[in-house]
């Protein structure tokens, strides 16, 4: 805004110049009033009428995927900007390729500085390429806009409250086959009882008996042997897959998190996940964390929905790393809302007595149960009914999951 003094100055020489009747001075005075009444128009208006927009390919990708980012800014009046200077916050873990950023007043952040030049009515629009290097939930922006008039004595600035939000998924490696069915990585459980049959699996053709399913008839055992046929399955135990994810990787809260062994814990339970569903298993997850703007601990029912998948990686990828209660009160108090003979996974990298209490309790409820270990090797005597898998691997080099029995004696 010019200021009262440069007022006065000029209203002194248009004064002086009338009383000296000096038609130059006069002139003068005219022109240096022009000016400052254009850069004060100038730096008035000119960030009205200024919109920045950031468009997604897509605000969701996997971990070390790239999407393309545009940044659109519109002149929407018809004064022209010499110049428009952009300073947008971008988080760390996602750098922007094939451009310089610099670093931010805010810790883990970096900032894009473009300047524009645009004339009236004008839209510009430039692209750039972003890689998801870490899962998580990020944030861009708000953007700082800067401008002024043409000749560099008014200046504006404005704080554009848009952020945007990007989920990136966590790294998902493949289940080595081992000596299991492909179709199941991990096998099915033991049972002692016949839960329900798999229609997955059919074990051969039997005679038929009242109330069997018409839908289960064997169209071709039947015109063999010229008499109704029924197909019989082998019963599965293990219907639905609860994934147990523990989020504490220290004894004591106030220690802090070992932050790889949480993201490898991670890892497996999103790999597990994605594997039970691509096998056509019910699938559900827990964790003893909360994610973004929720105040419970996170509880995922299992279902065999299409957006299963989405839903529990979305969980992940926002799920924070400080527990809001103990792994084995979490499953105490989850017992209750379990599937009828649903398998559970336990992934940690903690293990205690209070644990595998936990473990065997839900074991004598009728839940077959597995414990993942990730980067640590167990310490104790394991019960034999609880299967111990072991994953040594850190997150960034792990490439598949080979999920081989242990044995602790």
């Known amino acids: 805004m010019t200021s009262s003094l440069s007022l006065l100055l000029i209203f002194l020489a248009f004064v002086l110049s009338l009383t000296a009747r000096n038609p130059l001075l006069l002139l003068l005075t005219v022109i240096v009033l022009i000016v400052a009444m254009t850069s004060w128009l100038w730096g008035k208006y000119c960030l009205a009428g200024i919109s920045y927009t950031r468009r997604f390919e897509t605000d969701r990708l996997f971990f070390g995927e790239e999407i393309d980012l545009w940044i659109e800014l519109i002149n929407a009046k018809p004064l022209p900007l010499p110049w428009l200077k952009a300073e947008d916050e971008f988080p760390q873990e996602m750098p922007i390729l094939r451009a310089e950023t610099q670093h931010s007043s805010r810790p883990q952040r970096r900032t894009l500085t473009n300047v524009y030049s645009l004339r009236w009515y004008e839209k510009v629009r430039r692209r750039y390429r972003l890689r998801g290097e870490r899962r998580g939930a990020y944030h861009i922006g708000p953007v700082q806009l800067a401008s002024g008039d043409l000749f560099g004595f008014q200046r504006r600035r404005l704080a554009a409250s848009s952020v945007d939000t990007v989920l990136v998924y966590p790294k998902l490696v493949p289940l080595a086959q081992l000596s299991l069915p492909a179709a199941r990585p991990l096998g099915d459980f033991g049972s002692e009882r016949r839960v329900v049959d798999d229609p997955l699996r059919m074990a051969g053709a039997r005679d038929y008996q009242a109330g069997d399913s018409v839908r289960h008839l064997h169209w071709k055992a039947t015109a063999h042997r010229a008499a109704l046929q029924t197909k019989q399955f082998d019963p599965s135990a293990t219907p639905h897959w609860m994934i147990c994810l523990n989020t504490q990787t220290l004894e004591h809260l106030f220690e802090g998190v070992v932050t790889d062994f949480l993201e490898t814990a991670i890892v497996v339970a999103a790999s597990l996940a994605v594997a039970g569903l691509e096998a056509r298993r019910s699938v559900g997850l827990v964790a003893n964390s909360n994610i973004q703007k929720s105040r419970d601990w996170v509880q995922l029912a299992a279902s065999r929905h299409p957006q299963q998948s989405t839903r529990i990686l979305e969980a992940l990828a926002q799920l924070n790393s400080t527990p809001l209660l103990a792994f084995d009160q979490m499953l105490r108090l989850e017992r ?29 409820k009728g839940h077959p149960v597995a414990l993942i270990l990730v980067g640590r090797q167990p310490d104790r005597p394991m019960p034999p009914d609880v299967p111990l898998y072991v994953v040594r691997e850190n997150w960034t080099e792990l490439k598949a999951l080979h999920l081989t029995p242990q044995v602790v004696l």
């Open 336 to 364: 209750p809302r379990l599937p009828y003979g649903a398998s559970l996974f336990a992934v940690t990298s903690l293990l205690n007595e209070n644990l595998l209490k936990a473990l065997l309790d839900l074991r004598s």
